[in-house]
């Protein structure tokens, strides 16, 4: 079972950037892939982006530009940095750890994070 803690949400004014964090714990498998997912009110979970443990990248074409993932494999932890941040991006930021196993893929979401851009 591996854990997941997201922290650095927050109410930031259109055109502001900020950082979520995303720390894992647990039985955490060297070669794992993680990423972020939001949810805005009314609409479904979407994938922003992902990363292996061996830094490949994968963006969502609409996040494309504004959003950049990136991780550090000693700390278990991955992270979101978001600028230019626009009101639609206003949503829960989720985020997710997989790994494929020898008893099958394993898969944990964090309990999410809020982020509010607002005037």
């Known amino acids: 079972q591996v854990q997941l803690v997201e922290s650095g949400g927050g109410l930031v004014q259109p055109g502001g950037s900020l950082r979520l964090s995303c720390a894992a714990s647990?039985?955490?498998?060297?070669?794992?892939?993680m990423g972020w997912y939001r949810q805005a009110p009314g609409k479904q979970r979407e994938l922003i982006a992902s990363i292996t443990s061996g830094f490949s990248t994968n963006y969502a074409d609409s996040m494309k530009g504004r959003f950049t993932i990136s991780r550090d494999n000693a700390k278990n932890t991955v992270y979101l940095q978001m600028n230019s941040l626009k009101p639609e991006d206003t949503a829960v930021y989720y985020c997710?750890?997989?790994?494929?196993?020898?008893?099958?893929?394993?898969?944990?979401w964090g309990q999410g994070t809020q982020v509010t851009v607002s005037s």
């Open positions: 647990g039985s955490i498998y060297s070669d794992n892939t």
């Open positions: 997710n750890y997989e790994a494929v196993t020898m008893l099958g893929p394993l898969g944990s």
